[in-house]
């Protein structure tokens, strides 16, 4: 088999064979072919496009370059969430035991990662003592005994993603459906969940910045999934302002508290028991999403969400007071509001922007190698859509800066305020299950 033909069959918008598939995912991971034919055969991909059973194969021959993680010794369903990632999303540390408390199995693996706040596992390590460095088996039985444990990222997970997208970026061809959707799915697939939920999110935040361009991705992804026999379905959810009030590393464990507790942000809220619904029915705990929402709105009145969530942080070392007294945080030395500037209606808040104004102020890693503070933040006093007197604070900065007036520029930068009323923007668009 050439690599030459393989390039000259896709630029002529024919489909890939499994093993032509296979030939250049595992060439190009060992180093056999060069990046110039890659390159090529990308930017023939970006352009004819690949059929569904050529983005299926292409994910699995992906997940089959490097290691993949057994759960099988985990008893139950074990469904594993998504999401294509946004600025404030403090979804999963709710989620986890949320439907852990349904008796879903949650093995969560995590990662730091950059970006406007930390990963699930620098957000978790606000809680003081609460660490992840923990073994295979010791995960395992974790899961087993209290249904919810989270691991660092591990092993050798899909290296042929890694060398892909590496490419992908320095040639233009990060943005295509196939591509983008076969990189997302090949690494939860190699996570080793027997089913996924998938949040993709759309707007200013988003990756995907419009609807059609969300949906399209959201079917790229749950077609692979159910083609490689991994029940999936997709939720598609707003990204235009930040989820929820809190961004910021340990100002998002008091709002998971809080929304745990069912005094969340009612965004937050509904996105948490939206997602949550359909893992519970994946995981086959409820025959549908409205019997499963019911259980998980029970199990926030309860108090049993909110306890599953202290074993969970206990289980790891973490220290669970801080769920009772969220004093017990890591906290900023500074807290500075950001009085409006004039009366109004709340018409924009650039979650893109507002991100960039929390990763100022330390929150986030703008390189590998940059140290995250975790008590910094911004915490959100309206959203879209909100009335607001001049005066009035949109929102409390959290730093140990002093002169942060770069990022009140940004914020200002950020949110405008119109003399009309505004619409509060939909929050899930829509459900994608084929
Ligand atoms: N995120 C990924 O993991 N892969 C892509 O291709 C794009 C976003
Ligand atoms: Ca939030």
Request: hydrophobic fraction near 40%; include cysteine; charge should be negative.
């Amino acid at each position: 088999m050439r690599m030459y033909d393989i390039i000259e069959k896709k630029r002529d918008g024919q489909a890939l064979s499994e093993e032509e598939i296979r030939f250049f995912v595992n060439g190009y991971t060992n180093g056999d072919i060069p990046d110039y034919q890659v390159s090529a055969l990308l930017m023939a991909i970006y352009f004819r496009d690949m059929t569904e059973q050529e983005r299926a194969l292409l994910t699995s021959a992906m997940v089959d370059s490097g290691d993949t993680i057994d759960l099988s010794a985990i008893m139950g369903i074990k469904v594993d969430k998504h999401s294509t990632g946004g600025v404030g999303d403090t979804t999963t540390l709710i989620l986890a035991p949320l439907v852990a408390s349904v008796g879903v199995p949650v093995a969560k693996m995590s990662g730091r990662g950059l970006g406007h706040t930390g990963g699930t596992i620098d957000k978790l390590e606000a809680v003081p003592g609460f660490h992840v460095e923990i073994t295979n088996d010791q995960f395992i039985e974790l899961v087993n005994k209290n249904k919810v444990a989270v691991v660092g990222q591990s092993g050798n997970l899909t290296p042929a993603d890694k060398k892909l997208y590496s490419l992908r970026d320095v040639t233009a061809t990060v943005n295509s459906i196939p591509l983008i959707a076969s990189s997302i799915m090949s690494k939860k697939i190699a996570s080793g969940a027997d089913a996924i939920v998938l949040d993709v999110k759309t707007g200013a935040g988003a990756f995907m910045k419009s609807y059609d361009e969300a949906k399209e991705l959201a079917k790229a992804m749950v077609s692979i999934g159910n083609r490689v026999g991994r029940n999936t379905m997709a939720v598609i959810s707003d990204m235009s302002q930040p989820l929820g009030n809190a961004i910021g590393n340990a100002l998002e464990v008091e709002e998971a508290i809080d929304t745990l507790k069912g005094n969340g942000p009612e965004d937050l809220t509904e996105l948490c028991l939206t997602l949550g619904s359909q893992m519970v029915v994946l995981a086959n705990k409820a025959a549908t999403v409205e019997e499963a929402r019911s259980i998980l709105e029970e199990n926030i009145s309860n108090g049993r969400a909110f306890e599953q969530f202290k074993t969970f942080l206990e289980s790891q070392g973490g220290n669970s007071e801080i769920a009772d007294d969220p004093t017990l945080l890591p906290k900023a030395s500074y807290t500075i509001e950001l009085p409006a500037k004039s009366s109004g209606y709340v018409d924009e808040i650039v979650a893109d922007d507002i991100g960039t104004a929390a990763m100022m102020l330390g929150a986030g890693r703008a390189t590998k190698e940059s140290e995250i503070d975790l008590a910094v933040g911004i915490v959100l006093h309206k959203k879209i859509g909100d009335p607001v007197q001049e005066g009035e604070a949109l929102a409390t900065i959290h730093t140990n800066k002093e002169a942060i007036d770069e990022v009140k520029a940004k914020l200002y930068e950020s949110i405008t305020i119109s003399g009309e009323t505004v619409k509060a923007p939909t929050l899930i668009y829509d459900t994608i299950t084929e």
